[in-house]
């Protein structure tokens, strides 16, 4: 049974960014409160939490002087509500995420209704829905837009970073095909981060050589989910987990290779503890 690494794997350089800010921050202030997770990763938040990191998820929870702003970003309320309380404002948001924000608050103030193609649960895509001053909406079903009771006739589309190339592609077609009578003008900004493009084509090519797939990451990160969707689509046995923990016996009988790929916040100190359990169940499985 072979075991093989994808050639994408672990923090990438926002992940990485944040992570610098944030020890920095501690250094220089000791004790610091995030609004929301830095990164989307439980091993990575408990690591600060043990070195004065704490997690609140509004304004009026922040009982120091210092806001760290998580790596997905908050609107630009966020930022004035937490400036109007006098704290100072550390922001790790990934140049990626804020190239969206722009692109976001640029359409609105050129009078664009803006689309983005993304969870709207996500807080990064919240967020990038402030900066376009709520002037627009966040879906990912393409058929939303066009049961809207009054259709904009200017509209600008852009992506939550992490979604998948692919998909954004099909999002666009869609609306391109059923509103291109209806609307005056359509502006279309790729706003996908190259990284994530990146690990999910290194996934993609490993999930279609071996015969089981491992995606590590944590839950509720959108990056890590779309990895695991991207494996799954090749018909792929694909498990997503957090940690070695969850790995089950099961999953590797009658498995000739196994392949690994990770999220953007996954530690390779996570990875090596993966890679250890697999090659310790290797080991049992060959004996028996």
Not at 66 to 78: D, E, K, R, T
Not at 259 to 284: A, C
Request: with cysteine.
């Amino acid at each position: 049974m072979d075991i093989e690494k994808a050639t994408e794997i672990g923090f990438c350089f926002g992940v990485k960014r944040a992570l610098k800010i944030l020890e920095d921050t501690i250094r220089d202030h000791g004790e610091v409160e995030t609004l929301g997770p830095v990164v989307h990763n439980q091993q990575v938040v408990d690591k600060f939490s043990q070195i004065g990191v704490k997690v609140v998820t509004a304004p009026d929870q922040i009982k120091g002087n210092v806001a760290v702003i998580p790596s997905h970003g908050v609107s630009p309320n966020m930022l004035e509500e937490l400036a109007s309380r006098g704290l100072k404002i550390m922001d790790t948001t990934c140049p990626n995420v804020r190239k969206a924000q722009t692109a976001a608050r640029e359409l609105s103030e050129a009078g664009f209704w803006v689309i983005i193609f993304g969870d709207p649960t996500h807080p990064e895509v919240k967020g990038i829905l402030g900066w376009a001053g709520h002037r627009g909406m966040a879906t990912l079903d393409s058929k939303s837009i066009t049961k809207l009771d009054e259709l904009p006739s200017r509209l600008g589309i852009l992506s939550q970073t992490t979604r998948n190339p692919a998909q954004f592609v099909d999002f666009v077609d869609n609306i391109i095909g059923s509103l291109t009578s209806q609307i005056d003008e359509l502006r279309i900004i790729n706003t996908l981060c190259n990284i994530t493009k990146n690990r999910q084509t290194a996934a993609l090519e490993l999930a279609k050589k071996v015969s089981l797939m491992i995606v590590v990451g944590g839950r509720n990160s959108a990056n890590t989910r779309c990895l695991a969707q991207v494996c799954s689509s090749t018909g792929t046995e694909t498990h997503h987990i957090e940690t070695a923990d969850e790995i089950k016996d099961a999953w590797l009988k009658g498995q000739g290779s196994i392949g690994i790929t990770t999220g953007t916040s996954i530690p390779h100190s996570v990875i090596d503890e993966v890679m250890l359990k697999l090659e310790e169940m290797r080991r049992r499985l060959d004996a028996d």
